[in-house]
């Protein structure tokens, strides 16, 4: 599978946009870039996914570079509940294999 | 409704003991999983199922055995627990085995003692 980076955490004020940076230089042309997100004593939540272009969904964005090589989870407008652990992880395309979660970014939210 | 939910949600058992944790999802699902979470808190998938057919099985020793009696449930049965099987074993469901969006359970925190 092709691997992920990720800072390990990040820290945001409430009310104000953050950026989540994920770069994976070896995707395959087949590969989705999915986001999920785990909050503190859950199971992970699915946030977004895409291919190739720009994908909006009531959640957040994800910005895909032209290359393909990063990507970035955009949330808006960040509240105290957006605060968890947040995971890029790509999928073969067919997605028979289930997701490989990698270390995944802590979002600390500041009020 | 809750849309994938497990039985227990905490599990404290002795070693050697066999225990299930069970898993039902409503949501009309035809792929089902058993992921596990350990102490360091990475995430590893264990088993896929699909239609009832087991489609992936990660390398987990033969103690864990999957049961799906439908594709509304996969349970996890556990055999001769040992002290490294203490973890957070999460169940989840997508709609099939594309690139769909999957939907986890609120996990079973396993305790071995």
């Known amino acids: 599978d092709a691997k992920t980076t990720q800072p390990n955490s990040m820290e945001s004020n409430e009310e104000e946009p953050v950026h989540l940076p994920c770069n994976h230089s070896t995707i395959s042309g087949t590969d989705y870039i999915h986001w999920y997100r785990q909050l503190p004593s859950q199971g992970p939540e699915y946030v977004i996914h895409?291919?190739?272009s720009n994908v909006n969904n009531r959640m957040a964005s994800l910005a895909i570079a032209e290359d393909r090589k990063s990507s970035t989870l955009i949330l808006h407008r960040a509240t105290l509940r957006d605060a968890a652990v947040y995971y890029c992880?790509?999928?073969?395309?067919?997605?028979?294999?289930?997701?490989?979660f990698g270390k995944g970014t802590h979002l600390i939210i500041q009020p | 409704d809750t849309a994938v939910s497990q039985t227990p949600k905490y599990l404290v058992t002795q070693m050697g003991n066999d225990k299930s944790i069970k898993c039902e999802q409503n949501l009309g699902h035809d792929t089902m999983y058993w992921y596990k979470q350990d102490s360091k808190k990475f995430l590893k998938i264990m088993f896929s199922y699909n239609n009832k057919e087991l489609i992936i099985n990660e390398t987990v020793p033969n103690r864990f055995s999957p049961k799906s009696p439908d594709k509304a449930h996969l349970n996890l049965h556990i055999n001769s627990l040992e002290l490294g099987d203490s973890a957070v074993y999460f169940c989840?469901?997508?709609?099939?085995?594309?690139?769909?969006?999957?939907?986890f359970g609120q996990g079973t925190r396993l305790t071995v003692v």
């Open positions: 989840a469901s997508s709609h099939d085995q594309g690139n769909t969006e999957a939907f």
């Open positions: 992880i790509l999928r073969e395309g067919g997605g028979a294999d289930g997701l490989t």
């Open positions: 895409g291919l190739t």
